[in-house]
């Protein structure tokens, strides 16, 4: 069974932690963890973009000259969208580029997300994580004594701690993210996972949850 270090606050070693994929997920499904992801990210889209068509374009809306015998090629007003300064022959408007996907699909994209961040050795945990007000230099301090201040980094934790993620907001490509509030999407969008003891058993504890309902729901 794969086994992880757990490092203390100093960047020294205090222990393993068995876990492997499978505690997550049977196996990773590339396709649904894509889907997920460009749920997620559409998701995001505000949508709000518009451009003028030929009716919101300022300017006269009389035909420019007569249909025949100018030698030109007909013509109709200035407003048309193959004129400069006319409207837009497919203008955009906005729209809602929201969807979803099945619970339960996104659920075990999830689960699926942590396994692949096993599997390619991505996690550090971390025994604890524990500040008694904000402050980034101690949580900088503690990324760069664990040896992943570089890159990007998910700090994952058992419940929303207010000190931890006041500590970590203003370090570059580092978010924080409670065990109950992760994705596929946050996930994946970063290189390392900074995990905490509880917020690991937590994790495994929901899965190994959402396993037996799944088991249980196939035998009905």
């Known amino acids: 069974m794969p086994k992880l270090n757990v490092f203390d606050r100093k960047g020294k070693k205090v222990g393993t932690y068995n876990v492997e994929p499978t505690d997550f997920a049977p196996r990773i499904c590339k396709q649904l963890l894509h889907d997920a992801v460009v749920m997620y990210q559409a998701n995001w889209r505000q949508g709000s973009h518009r451009t003028k068509s030929r009716s919101d374009a300022s300017g006269s809306n009389r035909k420019l000259y007569r249909q025949k015998g100018t030698g030109n090629a007909r013509m109709g007003h200035r407003r048309s969208g193959i004129r400069r300064g006319g409207g837009h022959i497919f203008a955009r408007r906005p729209r809602d580029y929201s969807y979803h ?23 550090i945990v971390i025994d604890d994580l524990h500040f008694d007000e904000p402050r980034t230099r101690d949580m900088a301090t503690i990324l760069r004594n664990i040896g992943c201040e570089n890159g990007s980094l ?47 058993d937590a994790l495994k504890q929901s899965a190994a949850a959402k396993k037996r309902a799944t088991q249980g729901d196939s035998k009905r």
């Open 101 to 123: 996907l099945p619970r339960k699909a996104l659920q075990l994209a999830t689960c699926m997300a942590l396994a692949s961040k096993v599997e390619d050795d991505q996690i």
């Open 154 to 200: 998910m700090i994952t934790t058992a419940q929303y701690d207010q000190n931890v993620y006041k500590s970590a907001r203003n370090l570059d490509r580092v978010s924080v993210l409670p065990a109950g509030e992760l994705n596929a999407l946050s996930i994946l969008s970063s290189r390392l996972m900074l995990i905490t003891k509880p917020a690991l």
